[in-house]
């Protein structure tokens, strides 16, 4: 197979690398999901197993994927063919980058469509929709926007071709500038928004529904739920991060940055729960209303508070803005491997995957609409692409990253490439890549099927 390496960018610095990590990072899965599947799982003792699986699954995952990516330096499907053969093993890792690259593919055709929700929700506040709204106002404008499939069909559309025009310029024009400006100002808007929900009288009732452990409504499928969005919202387990990493330069600490970016994405995540919570109690709503709860309930807030116009505005274009750093990262692993390996050129290989994927995205706009009623196993076509990626595939491919990197790699390769500042943390890292990672991985799976009752 001919590899064109010659099309292989690379960030400009660590720098580069970490804003478009942490731009992939975070995006909808902290300020969308993060809030309305804590409401969904009873709060404050799902966020606790989430919080856990982040330190001990996830940033040792991050650690290892992010070395796979520089080690072969290339798209995850050449990236786990290279790194078998070079560790002699069995060929059918080379399966673990396709896995991927469906999963990346299958996750943005809803992603875009619920960023397309974003999008019209800019305009909504351009257009005074929110002003002076209450919570009924709000969930009807809510219902009506998502009945309509043709609305819903032109915002999925317009954020599927802002995305592939972004991945379409490459890696160091699009990816780069994109997330430069973007992380210190949503941090600011989401400060704002906490110091909002102080001021109303239920930010003391929000907090208790985050923080406080109710370890009766742990169901085995919430603790799944919370270790797939561990993964999901660290953009692990499918190869984003891999062909990030595999554009990151060899003398940068991947551990360090690690670090930072698990951090940064949580704090967001956190200060989102913290802003809609109290909103939430302190209108009547209810933490478990699903998919449209930042929707039905930030609305609110913009339309009751003096300058909420502009917030509104400015808050939607931020989180527009997130969602593309993301999504860029979900649809690079294809882009990647068609242009290296299948001798497309950029522009064709986005052209194909963007309309392959807008095409699928037209299941989860149904979802809320035309084919609301249409079901397996209880959940709607969103719902099952969410539960099948981010609590299935993710942590399958994370699973298989841990083992790849804990037991396949040479010892000396993944020692040398991480180059950690002494051996204690790479000890650590090893045992938590090689044990903690995949046990807790495969306890959950075996709890969820009933295995351990
Ligand atoms: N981490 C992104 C978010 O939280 O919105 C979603 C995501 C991006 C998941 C890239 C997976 C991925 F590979």
């Given at each position: 197979m001919t590899i064109n390496k010659a099309t292989h960018g690379h960030w400009s610095s660590r720098f580069a690398f970490i804003l478009a990590a942490t731009g992939s990072a975070v995006g909808l899965g902290n300020i969308w999901k993060f809030p309305y599947i804590t409401g969904e799982n009873g709060g404050g003792a799902f966020v606790l197993v989430y919080l856990l699986c982040v330190v001990l699954i996830g940033i040792p995952i991050m650690i290892a994927e992010t070395m796979l990516g520089r080690r072969a330096q290339s798209n995850p499907i050449e990236a786990m063919q290279q790194l078998t053969d070079e560790a002699q093993a069995d060929k059918n890792w080379r399966y673990l980058g396709w896995l991927g690259v469906i999963a990346g593919v299958l996750i943005l055709s809803y992603y875009s469509v619920i960023a397309g929700w974003a999008s019209a929700y800019i305009f909504k506040d351009l257009f005074g929709s929110f002003f002076g709204i209450d919570a009924t106002q709000s969930q009807t404008l809510f219902d009506n926007f998502t009945a309509s499939p043709i609305q819903l069909i032109f915002w999925h559309s317009v954020?599927?071709?802002?995305?592939?025009?972004?991945?379409?310029?490459?890696?160091?024009?699009?990816?780069?500038?994109?997330?430069?400006?973007?992380?210190?100002?949503?941090?600011?808007?989401?400060?704002?928004?906490?110091?909002?929900?102080?001021?109303?009288?239920?930010?003391?009732?929000?907090?208790?529904?985050?923080?406080?452990?109710?370890?009766?409504?742990?169901?085995?499928?919430?603790?799944?739920?919370?270790?797939?969005?561990?993964?999901?919202?660290?953009?692990?387990?499918?190869?984003?991060?891999?062909?990030?990493?595999?554009?990151?330069?060899?003398?940068?600490?991947?551990?360090?940055?690690?670090?930072?970016?698990?951090?940064?994405?949580?704090?967001?995540?956190?200060?989102?729960?913290?802003?809609?919570?109290?909103?939430?109690?302190?209108?009547?709503?209810?933490?478990?209303?699903?998919?449209?709860?930042?929707?039905?309930?930030?609305?609110?807030?913009?339309?009751?508070?003096?300058?909420?116009?502009?917030?509104?505005?400015?808050?939607?274009?931020?989180?527009?803005?997130?969602?593309?750093?993301?999504?860029?990262?979900?649809?690079?692993?294809?882009?990647?491997?068609?242009?290296?390996?299948?001798?497309?050129?950029?522009?064709?290989?986005?052209?194909?995957?963007?309309?392959?994927?807008?095409?699928?995205?037209?299941?989860?706009?149904?979802?809320?609409?035309?084919?609301?009623?249409?079901?397996?196993?209880?959940?709607?076509?969103?719902?099952?692409?969410?539960?099948?990626?981010?609590?299935?595939m993710l942590p399958i491919g994370g699973f298989a990253i841990a083992v790849f990197a804990g037991y396949i790699m040479k010892r000396e390769h993944t020692e040398s490439e991480l180059q950690m500042p002494c051996t204690q943390s790479y000890d650590v890292w090893r045992i938590l890549v090689r044990y903690v990672a995949p046990a807790s991985i495969f306890l959950v799976f075996l709890h969820v099927v009933g295995v351990l009752g």
């Open positions: 954020f599927m071709a802002a995305t592939m025009w972004i991945v379409a310029k490459g890696v160091n024009n699009g990816l780069e500038k994109s997330v430069r400006f973007l992380m210190p100002s949503l941090f600011v808007l989401l400060f704002l928004l906490v110091g909002y929900a102080m001021t109303t009288n239920s930010y003391q009732q929000g907090l208790d529904f985050m923080f406080n452990l109710d370890f009766s409504k742990l169901t085995g499928n919430a603790i799944l739920t919370a270790m797939g969005h561990a993964f999901f919202t660290l953009s692990l387990g499918m190869g984003a991060i891999m062909v990030y990493g595999s554009y990151l330069p060899k003398d940068v600490s991947i551990a360090k940055t690690a670090y930072l970016i698990a951090a940064a994405d949580t704090i967001v995540a956190l200060l989102a729960g913290i802003a809609i919570f109290p909103l939430v109690f302190e209108h009547g709503l209810h933490p478990a209303s699903g998919a449209g709860l930042i929707f039905q309930t930030l609305p609110i807030a913009f339309g009751n508070m003096t300058g909420g116009w502009l917030m509104g505005m400015l808050f939607f274009v931020l989180l527009v803005f997130a969602a593309l750093s993301s999504s860029i990262s979900l649809i690079e692993p294809a882009v990647a491997w068609l242009v290296e390996n299948k001798n497309f050129t950029r522009e064709k290989a986005c052209l194909w995957t963007g309309l392959g994927t807008w095409f699928l995205g037209l299941g989860t706009v149904f979802s809320f609409n035309i084919w609301k009623d249409v079901v397996f196993f209880d959940k709607n076509i969103f719902q099952l692409l969410d539960y099948l990626t981010a609590n299935v």
